[in-house]
């Protein structure tokens, strides 16, 4: 059995954003040498997301305002008393449901995917350097 | 380290549907030959959902519901002017909230599940075929 | 390649709740003698969650107020007639938002994790014992 490790490091300059990092993965892929197995990529953070889409620009502006209305912001009548970090309580629940790890099959060295599918990293609370992790375990 | 792969398709008739295809992911699992390892099942469409539950068409119809509240189709004023095919983008979002894909144990050749588990196919946008990617690995 | 299972037993008394659990699978980790590879952690029952989070009892105050928002226990009203345990169907919807497993980086014989991940079980029908899964494959 193999495996293989790589941090990949990101900073978003906005507090959102979605950035496809679809080939960042493939070119980890292909130095594993893993030509049958699986690739795990998860963020390293609790408010950012790793997910599965189309690399669509379009479709991004539409989760802003949907994951905007699903988990808002909370108004200040909403936060606690206790300091927890309540301004980005919210990019914690936005990352809940978009997920934080896609995991992907790997077929005769490539990521096994299909047509429309790329890796989707996504911000919510950007503006500072962020790391993804890349592990590939098979043969 | 042994591997195995294979797709299935599927073409549900109605826009939005679901399907239980845990024994097809078993008939592969004793195919595979893996004892101990993983079996990864996802969609390979970005606008359909594998995930784990009761399978029970009551339940089901309750999400039907619940999914067109939480992530509702977009209404004529939320288009953009993109042409990115609004029409499905609610589609997108029910996935998301549903999940892409399930990774599960394989204990003794045997999916290793609880009581009420099954592997649920959550399609929405049918009335086409789709396929759907099993991938195991292990000993 | 090596492989390992356990299952961990989880009571919480109370109807909803939130649990760390980092601390037992990574002495499952240690047991599995694994510093290469991958471990899945799921719950075996389809009303609770495993997912990855900061540990912050605020946090968690949060998302027992916005999971009630996003998938409220249902009303008289809309319940269905065939007694398919209405009374927990936002269980299941809860859990579906937070998702069902987490699968981890294994590096070095430790959890590959960002400095705020935890593992957390997310009850959403309790009072009763649960159980969780945890898988490791690896060298």
Not at 11 to 26: D, M
Not at 40 to 51: E, G, K, R
Request: with cysteine; net charge negative; charged share 25%.
């Amino acid at each position: 059995m193999k495996s293989y490790r790589k941090e990949i490091a990101l900073h978003l300059p906005s507090h959102r954003g979605f950035l496809n990092i679809t080939s960042t993965v493939e070119q980890c892929v292909r130095e594993s040498g893993v030509t049958e197995g699986l690739v795990l990529v998860n963020s390293l953070h609790v408010t950012s997301s790793v997910f599965v889409d189309d690399d669509e620009e379009g479709l991004f502006r539409h989760y802003e305002q949907w994951l905007e209305k699903v988990a808002p912001v909370l108004s200040a009548g909403d936060y606690s008393d206790e300091g927890i970090g309540d301004d980005i309580v919210d990019s914690h629940m936005k990352r809940h449901v978009m997920g934080r790890e896609v995991t992907v099959a790997i077929t005769n060295g490539r990521l096994d995917f299909g047509q429309w599918e790329q890796i989707i990293y996504g911000e919510f609370d950007g503006g500072r350097p962020k790391r993804v992790l890349i592990k590939v375990i098979g043969q």
